[in-house]
C-alpha cells in the first residue's frame, strides 16, 4: 500500500545560460511495510531534475534503509549507525567508491586493490601491500571485516574513527598518493557520481562528509559473523566441533583469549607481540602515532576471522603460514622492553605450545573461515 | 530591478537611523545588531617581522634561524564581552588556517551580536571533539585548506596543527642544518589541542554600524624559546614526541597577544 505525497517546488535558476528555470520536484513515499503492523517509514527523498527545454523529467531511484543485524554472540557495535544509517543507494554508492581507482592519484589503485574479497578482503600473495608506481609499504593489509565493532583502526591506531579511516590510504604516498580534496574534485566532475550522491543523501551534495559516510556504510555492512565457530556457540543448524577442533578451542580460550577476545577475536589494543626487528626495516608501530616510547614495536592485535584466508601473517606478513605463526610463538618471542608480560610468563617467553596444541589449534582457527561472507555477491566488486 | 535601488536605499536608511541612536550614547547597552568581526594575525618574532626564508633570527637558546614556513590551525572562537557573557562562534565554522607564505592571516568572524568584547578565547589545533565527529566534521573547504597549506599528516587521520620549518645553526650544528616542527594530536594517544584566552587592551565594539578587527601579535620565538626551551641542536626534527611535541604545544598558546584593537564602521587596517 502506497501513500504518495507530491510537492513541487518551482526554483528559479540563477544562470544566465537560456535553460533558465530549473524544477525540482521532491516525492516523500510512505510505505508501509508488511502486515504485521510494523510500520517501516522508509522516508525517501527522490529529486528529479528537468532543466532540458523540453521538461522532460528524470526519475531517480527511491532508497531504503538497509537492515543491520547485530550477530547475538557480538559485542555491542562501536560505530554510532544513527549518525549515518546504512541505505541501499549509500551502501552502492560506498561500494562503487570502495571499488575506484579515482580514489588513487593515476587511476588505478582502488580500496578493493588491496582489500580482495576472496582473501577476506586482504592482499593475497603481498607480504607487503604495494600501491601507487608500484612502491612498496612496510606493512601488510589487514582484512577489514567487523570494522564496526572497532575503536581503533590500521595496524598503529592512525585514527580512532571508521568514517575517517580512508583519508590514510588515500593521502600516503606508497598507497594511493592522492589528496582528499583532488578526490572530491573528481568525484564532483563526474556525472555518474552526482546522480549517485544524489540518489544516496538527502542533501545530494558531493561532498567530503557523504563521501565518508557512504565508504562507511560499505564498511559497517561487512560483517563477518557465519563461520562454523559462530554456527557453533549460537547453536545453529545442529553444527558440532571434531574433537580436534574443540581441543583447539580449549586451548585457544586458555592461551590466546586474553588478546584475540570476544568473538571479534581482538581486544582493539596495542601490543608487542615479540617479533625480531625486520631487517632494514625499523617500524615501531604504535609508538609513531603516540610518540612514546613505552609504545615501541607495538601493533594492534588483528582479529583472527577468516585467519585461514589472509597467509602471510603480522602486520610486516613475515610468516607464510598458521604453522609458522604458532612456532614463532612457542619458540621464537624475543624479549625486549615494550614485550607484552603475557608473553613473559612462568620464567619462559611466548607461548608453551606442544606439536598436537598447535595442530589443534590450526583446526579451530579454521572454523572461523565464513563462506557466507568470503562469497556474498552484496560485496563482491564484479 | 527594482530591487537593486531599493537595497542601497534602505541600507543607508538603516546606517543613518543607528548612527544617530549610537551618538548618544556608546555604552553596550546601545550596542544592538550583528556584523563581522576580524581577527588579525600578524606574524613577528621576538618583536621583528618576521620574513619567510630571508632574515636569521637568533635566540635565547643561542641558535640561529631562517624561517622558510610558519602555518598553525585556530579554532573554536568565543568572545567574552565586559559581563562575562560568552558567544561562541558556530562550532562547525570555527577552523581556520593561518599561513604565512600564503598571505592568509586573518579570521573573519560574520554575524557576531552586538557587544563590547573585552577577551577572545580560541583554540590552537583540533579538538578530540571534533575527530570523533567523524563524517560530519569534515567540511569540505576547511580540509581543503589545510591540505593546500600541508596542514594534514598522511599517515594518520589528523591535521597538523603547527608546521614551522626552516634552517639553523649553533656552537655545535655550524653547517645550515633543515629543522621541521610539526605539531599535533598523537591519535587518541596523546591530545595536544590547547586553548588560550587573551584581553584585549581596549574593547571591541560590535553592532550593526561597528565591525572591529582585532590585531594579534604572535611571536614565532615562543614555539622553541618559550617556557619551555627545545633544542634543534638536540633533535631537529620534532613531528610526534611523547616529551617536547606537547611542550612545544604549551609554548605555542603564549605566541599570542592582542596589540591593538581598530573599533568604527567598514575599518580598513
Given at each position: 500500500m502506497f501513500i504518495m505525497v507530491k510537492m513541487l517546488i518551482i526554483n528559479w535558476s540563477?544562470?544566465?545560460?537560456?535553460?533558465?528555470l530549473t524544477l525540482i520536484f521532491r516525492f516523500l513515499f510512505f510505505r508501509m511495510k508488511n502486515?504485521?503492523?510494523?510500520?517501516?517509514?522508509?522516508l525517501v527523498i527522490c529529486n528529479a531534475i528537468a532543466c532540458s527545454p523540453d521538461n522532460e523529467e528524470e526519475y531517480i531511484l527511491i532508497n531504503e534503509p538497509l537492515q543491520l543485524e547485530i550477530p547475538?554472540?557480538?559485542?555491542?557495535?562501536?560505530?554510532?549507525?544513527?549518525?549515518n544509517p546504512p541505505t541501499e543507494q549509500g551502501f552502492a554508492l560506498g561500494k562503487k567508491l570502495f571499488y575506484d581507482g579515482k580514489l588513487s592519484a593515476n587511476g588505478f589503485i582502488s580500496c578493493g586493490f588491496c582489500h580482495e574479497q576472496r582473501s577476506a578482503f586482504t592482499h593475497h600473495g603481498h607480504q607487503f601491500s604495494h600501491g601507487i608506481d608500484d612502491l612498496e609499504g612496510v606493512r601488510n593489509a589487514p582484512a577489514i571485516q567487523n570494522a564496526a565493532f572497532m575503536s581503533q583502526f590500521a595496524w598503529d591506531g592512525a585514527t580512532a574513527h571508521l568514517d575517517l579511516f580512508p583519508i590514510i590510504p588515500i593521502t600516503n604516498e606508497v598507497e594511493m598518493g592522492e589528496t582528499v580534496s583532488n578526490v572530491l574534485a573528481k568525484l564532483k566532475a563526474d556525472g555518474a557520481y552526482q546522480r549517485l550522491f544524489a540518489n544516496a543523501f538527502e542533501n545530494g551534495e558531493v561532498s567530503n562528509e557523504n563521501f565518508f559516510k557512504a565508504l562507511s556504510q560499505f564498511m559497517v555492512m561487512l560483517i563477518s559473523s557465519n563461520s562454523k565457530y559462530d554456527k557453533y556457540v549460537r547453536k545453529e543448524d545442529a553444527i558440532t566441533f571434531t574433537e580436534t577442533e574443540t581441543r583447539g578451542m580449549e586451548i585457544f580460550q586458555q592461551k590466546?583469549?586474553?588478546?584475540?577476545?570476544t568473538d571479534l577475536f581482538t581486544d582493539d589494543a596495542f601490543r608487542n607481540n615479540g617479533l625480531p626487528i625486520y631487517p632494514g626495516i625499523n617500524d615501531i608501530g604504535r609508538a609513531e602515532v603516540s610518540?612514546?616510547?613505552?609504545?615501541?614495536?607495538k601493533f594492534k592485535v588483528p582479529s583472527l576471522r577468516n585467519v585461514a584466508m589472509t597467509?602471510?601473517?603480522m602486520h610486516d606478513g613475515r610468516f607464510g603460514s598458521l604453522q609458522s605463526v604458532l612456532d614463532f610463538y612457542a619458540n621464537g618471542v624475543r624479549d625486549s622492553e615494550t614485550l607484552d608480560s603475557i608473553l613473559k610468563q612462568n620464567n619462559r617467553l611466548g607461548i608453551d605450545l606442544s606439536k598436537k596444541d598447535k595442530d589443534a589449534l590450526i583446526s579451530f582457527l579454521n572454523t572461523l573461515t565464513d563462506e557466507t561472507y568470503l562469497n556474498d555477491k552484496r560485496f563482491a566488486e564484479y | 530591478m527594482i530591487a537593486k535601488y531599493i537595497k542601497p536605499l534602505l541600507l543607508t536608511a538603516l546606517i543613518s537611523l543607528s548612527a544617530c541612536s549610537s551618538d548618544d550614547d556608546n555604552s553596550a547597552e546601545s550596542l544592538s545588531g550583528e556584523n563581522d568581526l576580524t581577527i588579525e594575525f600578524d606574524n613577528g618574532f621576538n618583536g621583528d617581522d618576521l620574513l619567510l626564508g630571508a632574515s636569521t633570527y637568533t635566540n635565547s637558546n643561542g641558535e640561529v634561524l631562517t624561517i622558510n614556513r610558519f602555518n598553525y590551525l585556530v579554532s573554536n572562537f568565543v568572545l567574552i564581552d565586559s559581563e562575562g557573557n560568552e558567544y561562541a562562534y558556530p562550532k562547525d565554522d570555527s577552523y581556520f588556517v593561518i599561513s604565512e607564505e600564503n598571505e592568509m592571516t586573518e579570521v573573519h568572524l560574520t554575524n557576531i551580536p552586538a557587544g563590547e568584547y573585552v577577551s577572545v578565547r580560541f583554540g590552537l589545533g583540533v579538538d578530540q571533539e571534533k575527530y570523533q565527529q567523524g563524517a560530519e566534521g569534515q567540511n569540505d573547504a576547511f580540509l581543503k585548506t589545510a591540505e593546500d597549506n600541508e596542514m594534514m599528516w598522511s599517515w594518520q587521520a589528523g591535521y597538523k596543527f603547527l608546521n614551522f620549518e626552516g634552517s639553523f645553526t649553533s656552537a655545535t650544528v655550524t653547517e645550515a642544518t633543515d629543522f621541521k616542527i610539526h605539531m599535533g594530536s598523537h591519535g587518541t594517544a596523546l591530545d595536544n589541542y590547547r586553548e588560550v584566552e587573551i584581553a584585549m587592551p581596549t574593547a571591541a565594539l560590535v553592532s550593526s554600524t561597528l565591525s572591529p578587527v582585532v590585531h594579534l601579535a604572535v611571536d614565532a620565538n615562543k614555539i622553541l624559546d618559550g617556557a619551555h626551551k627545545i633544542l634543534l641542536s638536540e633533535a631537529a626534527v620534532v613531528m610526534v614526541d611523547e616529551v617536547k611535541s606537547p611542550q612545544i604545544a604549551e609554548n605555542a598558546t603564549s605566541m599570542f597577544r592582542v596589540d591593538h584593537v581598530h573599533n568604527g564602521e567598514n575599518v580598513d587596517h
Open positions: 540563477k544562470s544566465s545560460e537560456n535553460r533558465g502486515q504485521l503492523k510494523t510500520i517501516l517509514l522508509a547475538a554472540n557480538f559485542p555491542e557495535m562501536v560505530y554510532d549507525i544513527s549518525k590466546c583469549a586474553s588478546c584475540h577476545k610518540g612514546s616510547a613505552t609504545d615501541n614495536y597467509a602471510p601473517y | -
